[in-house]
């Protein structure tokens, strides 16, 4: 059987911006709903190196999960703010990744999502080349600082960011070459980005959708996000996320193929990212999802 966590960032941004659901009544209710985890997202109040730049305090955030049978299934450390792909000096980015990777072994997590940063259009006009080497690079020299303390880097493609074609993705998981460092399928990602959105110059469309994108980067994925999508974007950026039933995926076919992974943890993930009414919503999807989880892993 699968562990289920959700990602907390559902509770903080978006919708949650102005008024999130503050950590300890995150962590609370999930364990009292039967979730297994929680992934942390380093943004707004909840734990982060800038909320907790303490040892004492991400030890104590440790024991509080542990202490409600709560594990940590990841971190996102919040490295939007930080240039990526439109600098040659990635130092800065580089040392904010550092900070999020520390933050994430003081509080007993193994997982570090990265994303790229800055959106599509940052590669019209640009070199191809030159950027996607800047980004391997980049993420070669953080993967090796992960791997020295147990860690591995997931990167979660979507159609808010470049590089977000179905060849892209291939090309520069293939080139990073790290062993520590693979994909975080989200599932309402894979089937946006196998419709073409947001893609720069002449789409690259999957007419099997999430499907025969998951069976496209098979053995290339180590860490997954469930969720259902329904075809659009949420503010014509990212994917939306709708809950389960509210979209049309078939996970009926796409979790048995997500298993041929080995991911080497057992954990999987729900993402209610920027969907009004989440924390209410939350109960619903993991019942979708334990449902899934007896079906296939039991």
């Known amino acids: 059987m699968k562990r289920i966590s959700i990602g907390s960032w559902a509770y903080s941004i978006g919708p949650y911006e102005n008024e999130p659901v503050g950590w300890t ?3 609370e209710t999930l364990a009292k709903l039967g979730f297994d985890g ?10 982060s190196p800038e909320t907790m730049p303490g040892k004492e305090e991400r030890a104590a955030v440790k024991k509080q999960a542990a202490d409600l049978g709560i594990g940590l299934s990841g971190f996102v450390p919040n490295l939007w703010g930080e240039q990526l792909l439109n600098t040659e000096d990635t130092s800065a980015y580089v040392a904010a990744f550092k900070q999020g990777l520390e933050f994430a072994v003081d509080i007993g997590t193994q997982a570090i999502r990265v994303d790229c940063v800055q959106e599509p259009g940052i590669l019209e006009g640009a070199d191809y080349d030159t950027v996607k080497n800047r980004l391997v690079k980049t993420w070669q020299e953080c993967s090796k600082m992960a791997a020295d303390q147990g860690c591995y880097v997931t990167w979660e493609f979507e159609p808010g960011f470049a590089f977000n074609k179905p060849s892209d993705i291939v090309r520069i998981v293939e080139e990073v070459n790290e ?8 599932t309402c990602h894979g089937e946006m980005v196998a419709k073409g959105s947001r893609q720069i110059g002449t789409p690259e469309v999957l007419e099997g959708g999430c499907l025969e994108l998951a069976q496209m980067l098979r053995g290339k994925i180590n860490h997954i996000h469930l969720i259902d999508s329904d075809g659009t974007l949420h503010h014509d950026e990212t994917s939306a996320h709708p809950p389960f039933g509210d979209g049309y995926l078939n996970f009926d076919e796409i979790v048995p193929e997500l298993l041929k992974n080995d991911t080497g943890h057992d954990w999987w993930t729900i993402d209610l990212c920027f ?11 993991k019942k979708a999802v334990d449902e899934l989880n007896v079906k296939y892993c039991s």
Not at 179 to 186: I, K, Q, S, T, Y
Request: net charge negative; aromatic share 16%; proline share 6%.
């Open 38 to 47: 929680v992934e942390v997202g380093g943004f707004s109040i909840h734990p």
């Open 275 to 285: 969907w009004p009414d989440a924390w209410n919503l939350t109960e619903r999807c």
């Open 179 to 186: 062993d520590n460092f693979g994909l975080e399928f989200d």
């Open 25 to 27: 009544e995150v962590i």
